[in-house]
């Protein structure tokens, strides 16, 4: 990767250190607009429970270990927003709730995708979840955002 577009990157996350977490060039990218437990006392964003689920996925999904970060979507604007997913320049997105889906869907001007697809976003795959840190406590939603989550699912 060109160091120049690394640091550029690098500068855009370092401006909201406490609006995301994770690996900064990451190949999947967790959007989050509601925040969970851990968050709510302080924690950074995905973690919780979220963010233990999806370290386990993300292997599952075929990218490589670790290769995922999280952003709160409240702290960013539109052009905020489209500045962060394009620094982190993910292959995929996961909006992990309706906000976060909204949100992204705005900043690109993008049709969200139906219940249980995906679709593409300026040549991102991208799906939409309905609420995934509280699915987590229910099997018959955590199946639905697992199958929902496979729809990013690298293909190699």
């Known amino acids: 990767m ?5 640091e550029a990157a690098l500068a855009v ?16 990218l967790c959007l989050k607009g509601v925040p969970g437990a851990a968050e709510r006392v302080g924690g950074t964003v995905c973690s919780g429970v979220d963010g233990a ?14 290769a995922w970060a999280a952003v ?7 052009d905020g927003l489209r500045a962060v997913v394009e620094a982190i320049d993910p292959s995929a997105v996961i909006a992990l709730d309706v906000p976060a889906a909204e949100a992204f ?14 679709t593409s976003v300026r040549g991102r795959a ?3 979840l309905d609420g995934f840190e509280e699915a987590l406590a229910d ?3 955590k199946r639905v ?7 990013v699912a690298r293909r190699r």
């Open 13 to 28: 996350l370092r401006s909201c250190p406490d609006a995301w977490s994770g690996e900064p060039l990451a190949e999947l």
């Open 53 to 66: 689920a999806i370290d386990k996925a993300v292997v599952a999904l075929g990218y490589d270990e670790g």
């Open 105 to 118: 869907a705005s900043a690109y001007g993008a049709e969200l995708p139906e219940a249980g697809s995906a």
């Open 72 to 78: 709160d979507v409240s702290r960013f604007g539109g």
């Open 2 to 6: 060109d160091e120049t577009y690394r």
């Open 145 to 151: 955002a697992w199958h929902r989550m496979k729809l």
């Open 139 to 141: 099997d018959d939603a």
């Open 126 to 128: 991208f799906v939409a």
